[in-house]
């Protein structure tokens, strides 16, 4: 079992890892077709992050 705050932590490595990537070699994705396009990345990962913490959180 994830220690809580854990999936937050994995998912914010993978969307940097994503992120290296793409300044690397462009994915090539709608939206992501040059290097300075990963802060839209950055803006998913946000989001992605904030909702894993949302549902995450004991009320």
Do not use: E, Y
Not at 3 to 30: E, F, H, N, R
Not at 34 to 54: E, M, P, Y
């Amino acid at each position: 079992m994830l220690v809580k705050g854990g999936m937050s932590k994995i998912l914010a490595l993978v969307i940097m890892g994503i992120m290296a990537i793409q300044l690397i070699k462009p994915l090539g994705l709608p939206g992501l077709k040059q290097r300075r396009d990963f802060w839209k990345l950055a803006l998913v990962a946000l989001g992605a992050i904030s909702l894993t913490v949302l549902v995450s959180h004991d009320w």
